[in-house]
T-cell receptor
Framework: GQQVMQIPQYQHVQEGEDFTTYCNSSTTLSNIQWYKQRPGGHPVFLIQLVKSGEVKKQKRLTFQFGEAKKNSSLHITATQTTDVGTYFC???????????FGTGTRLQVFP | GAGVSQSPRYKVTKRGQDVALRCDPI?????LYWYRQALGQGPEFLTY????????KSGLPNDRFSAERPEGSISTLTIQRTEQRDSAMYRC????????????FGPGTRLTVT
């Protein structure tokens, strides 16, 4: 499976600022999932998107799946120190359940 | 336990030795996945099972790596004749069913080959 690229690789923000990470694929994806991994921890599932143009919100987090289903974004409004970690997008290929993870975006939040 | 458990949490072995890493999924979860994660990178798929059947082993790097899940519950990932390049965090995940379901990851086994 083709790896999806995430940008930026790193992001340092002041607490209270917004943050966005982008996940880009050169091919159409059937679905996209987002995971958060705290430093020293394991990946934790956040959400799954499957429909073209889908937007889902979880409190301060907004997830989007592009119209062409080739890209996705995660936006965090008013970051908090608890948002620190690495955010990965991942997709499941057609006719398989294996997950292919993106390169990840590491977020650091300064108080 | 409530979550996925893995043992051992840390394993240091000498090059050339065989190692067996164990994963105990969430009770009742049909699907079980193995990943390898290098520092600062995303998990890299190795193999997965639905019940006891290995569905996809395309991610296993070479024939030194094998996995089994004989009774559809606990799984073992075995690495024979370990090499230094095998050093990594090995993670197991499980999901309720095959298909569009979230995966629950375990704490991982940190393998160091000296």
């Amino acid at each position: 499976g083709q790896q999806v690229m995430q940008i930026p690789q790193y992001q340092h923000v002041q607490e209270g600022e917004d943050f966005t990470t982008y996940c880009n694929s050169s091919t159409t994806l059937s679905n996209i999932q987002w995971y958060k991994q705290r430093p020293g921890g394991h990946p934790v599932f956040l959400i799954q998107l499957v429909k073209s143009g889908e937007v889902k919100k979880q409190k301060r987090l907004t997830f989007q799946f592009g119209e062409a289903k080739k890209n996705s974004s995660l936006h965090i409004t008013a970051t908090q120190t608890t948002d620190v970690g690495t955010y990965f997008c991942a997709y499941r290929g057609y006719n398989t359940d294996k997950l292919i993870f993106g390169t990840g975006t590491r977020l650091q939040v300064f108080p | 336990g409530a979550g996925v458990s893995q043992s051992p949490r840390y394993k240091v072995t000498k090059r050339g030795q065989d190692v067996a890493l164990r994963c105990d999924p969430i009770s009742g979860h049909v699907s079980l996945y193995w990943y390898r994660q290098a520092l600062g990178q995303g998990p890299e798929f190795l193999t997965y099972f639905n019940y006891e059947a290995q569905q996809d082993k395309s991610g296993l790097p070479n024939d030194r790596f094998s996995a089994e899940r004989p009774e559809g519950s606990i799984s073992t990932l075995t690495i024979q004749r370990t090499e230094q390049r095998d050093s990594a965090m090995y993670r197991c995940a499980s999901s309720l069913e095959a298909g569009y379901y979230e995966q629950y990851f375990g704490p991982g086994t940190r393998l160091t080959v000296t």
